[in-house]
Every structure is written in C-alpha cells, then in structure tokens.
C-alpha cells in the first residue's frame, strides 16, 4: 500500500445528485492523499484524515504538485509518430503524401515492434494511461502495440485498420481478410489484462460498402468490443463520401447502415455534422473523439464542442491528439488548443469558451466514458485503476536547480486559485510537467526530478 500527498484534483463520477455527465465540479483537496493497494485506488481524501486513518503505511509527498487522474487519448496513430509535423497538405493529399508511405514500412515486424516500444513511452511520459490507438494494415502492428502496452500496464484500445480501396495496394485488404484478421486479434487479444480490441475501418473512402457490411456483422458478433472510425474531419472528404455513397442519407448513416453506429463506437473529429447526425450519435450512445491540434494543423475547421453539447447534453466526447496530424501527444497541448478553438467559436457565436474544468473533463473522465472504460478509469475514485499524473509546474527543479519549464513554473508561482494553476498547465504545460505518473499502481519516474530521469 502506498500514500500519495499532494494537491488532489479530480472530476467526480455522476452520483444521484449529480446525474450531468459533463458537469463541470471538480473534486479539489490542496493537501489530499490518495491511498494505493496494489492496482487499484481505495482512498482519497484530506491528507490528514488518510494518515491517521493508514499510520503505518508507506507514502510519497509530492508537496504542492497536482495529482490528476491518468489522461485519456481518443484518437491517435502510432504509425504515424514518425511523420508527425509534415507540412502543407490538407486531409486527403496529405494522406497520399505521407501517411501512406509510412504505414507500408509497416509491413516490416521489427519496425512495428520498435515504434511500438517508441510510441507507448512516450504516452507514458506525457502521462497518457488509457488511449484508443490506430495501428496499420497489418495484423502484427497490432500484436507489437498490445505486447509494448502489456509491458508497461497502460491500457490501450487498438485494431488493425482495415481498408480495401482508395489506397495504395501493399495497404489494402480485402472484406475477408479484414473480418479473418479481426477475428484472429480479438479472440487472441480482447479482455487480456487492460488490453481491448477495436474494429478498425479507417474511414468510409477507404472501404467498400461490403467492407463495412462485414465489419458491422463482426460488430454484432462482439457486442463489447470498440468501434472506431473517422466521421466528417473535412468538407472536401464529406463530399467524397457523398459521391462514393449515394444512397446513404448523410456520412454517419454510411456506418449506421452497416451496423457501426453503437454504444462504444468512437468517432473521430465529428466536424461537420448536421443535427440529424448528433441525434442520432447520441441516441445510438455513440461517442466523438475531438482532435484540435490535429482540426488546426491540416485546416479541418473547427469542432462546435459547446454547441454540440447545448444540443446533445449526453453525447459522450472525449479529446484526442490524432498524431501524426495532431501536432504533440500531450493531452495538456490538446486541451489547450481545444480551448483556443471554444474561444474562437465564442468570439463568432456568443457561447462561453471551456472552463480549466471542462478541459479536465473531456481530458479524463469524459474520455473513459467516451471508450466505455469510465468503470475502471477517469477519475480518482476508490474502487478504480490507479492511474494518476503527478503534475508538476516546476518538475525538474530538484534534480537541477531549474525547472525545465521556467516560465510554467513562474506563472504557476503567481497562481492565487486552483482553477487559476490548473488552467496554466492546460494552457502552457506539456511532457515537461508531468512530474511522474503512477500506472496501474506502479509509480513511473522520480519525485521530484521527474521523468526525465525515468529508464522506462
Ligand atoms: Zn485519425
């Protein structure tokens, strides 16, 4: 059993008095503890009553660093970690240009495996403990991203990508093979330890009607797997999806008609879509995945996350980074490009822009409820995963007299209310502030010197 003290901050789960999933209360205890006995979280509290209540029992003080829940990535690519920032290209040509040619090299096992191990350290740096991630075509990108995983305790959501036309022919599978290879990773992979397994169609330009009809009749062969897909990112693939698919009333009735639309289907990006569209998401309890820095990068457009929830309150939305076109796996990053783009949409439409707390939201809790794994992970609760950032504005001052973001740890200094600091490393923060991350129980780098020093 370990005792961690520190500036507790956490959203809390929907109670009967407390029945909004997005509700914007967090729980804050400036000198909290949270009590650890083996992999799972079983106290939280004023450090106080925790140390009376555990006196014999081991702990680290973390003195005024924030302890936050593990963060939660909806969307990213780690085959495209080694693309990320090519310039200059929208959507579809950047896809042909450079994401293409850096998934084939996939087909290589020893550079799937040594991306993988690449790839899952740095989500652990940046204190990523639960992400849903893309892997290539081939079936052992996906074995290479569970086994690094597997090693390292985090818990990952992965599925090869399945795609049959519309891309290169070394990338391309068929409708059988991709239900033959699904199949194949699911039984071999899904519900071992934190590992599960998501039906991966890329998106709807990418397979054929038939692709997605035998995805869809897998989906209902495995009611608890994950589902994930892009939905409407750019206006110049909505119209492709409209040509390719005539009889389908709108983009998200391409997936519905093949069965995709479903509670733990996670959709990426979601820019563009109608009214109809968010109904029927979120009476399908379906999720989106909001991937800002990815939406600026390639000049996707700008995701109405206010208007979408003034709509739709229930509709679960997680963010994600979407590397290799999101430009950094920091969820902090993420969150703090998420609230530029609230706060260009407030200028033009007159809503609020996102809170420090809603950022912390989405960032966490809303993201597990956006992969259906909020029951293990998203907040810090007792009975959950322990999954906890220690985030540190001024990490990396002990081991070398100087923070290693000096201007962070300056604000931060300034800071008179939590909602204050927290919003500071939302906006400034990155891999730097993440003083260490406690994974499943396991504490990952050093207190006080931070990951920096960490051998992972
Ligand atoms: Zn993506």
Known sequence: MDIHLGHVVTPQDATSTNTSPSTPELLDIPNGAVVVDGSTIVAVGEASDILDAYPDTAFLDHGDALIIPGLVDCHVHYPQIGMIASPGEQLLDWLDRYTFPAEARFAEKAHAEATAEFFTDQLLRNGVTTALVFSTVHAHSVDALFTAAQRKDLRIITGKICMDRNAPADLLDTPESAVADSKALIDRWHGTGRLEYAI???????????????????????????????????????????????????????????????????????????????????????????????????????????????????????????????????????????????????????????????????????????????AHVGSLTPGKDADLVILDPAAGTAASGTPADPVLAHRAAQCTTTEELLFACLMLGDDRTVAGVVVNGTLVGTPGAGMATMAP
Do not use: M
């Not at 890329?202 to 994950?226: C, I, K, M």
């Not at 530029?340 to 989405?362: C, F």
């Open 200 to 374: 991966t169609p890329r998106f709807a330009p990418t397979s054929s009607d038939a692709q997605l009809r035998a995805l869809g009749e897998l989906a209902a062969d495995y009611p608890d797997v994950v589902i994930q897909t892009h939905l409407a990112e750019n206006t110049a693939e909505c119209d492709w999806v409209a040509e390719l698919f005539p009889q389908a009333t709108d983009y998200t009735d391409v997936y519905d008609r093949a069965g995709l639309v479903r509670e733990r289907g996670v959709f990426g990006h979601a820019v563009h879509l109608s009214d109809r569209e968010l109904t029927r998401l979120d009476e399908a309890r379906a999720s989106l995945a909001h991937c800002p820095t990815s939406n600026n990068f390639l000049g996707s457009g700008l995701f109405p996350l206010k208007d979408i929830r003034s709509k739709v309150p229930d509709l679960r939305i997680g963010f994600g980074s979407d590397v290799g076109a999101g430009t950094s796996l920091s969820p902090l990053a993420t969150a703090g490009e998420a609230y530029k783009v609230s706060r260009l949409l407030a200028s033009s439409t007159g809503s609020a822009p996102l809170t420090a707390a809603d950022l912390l939201h989405h960032s966490t809790l809303d993201g597990a409820r956006a992969l259906g794994v909020d």
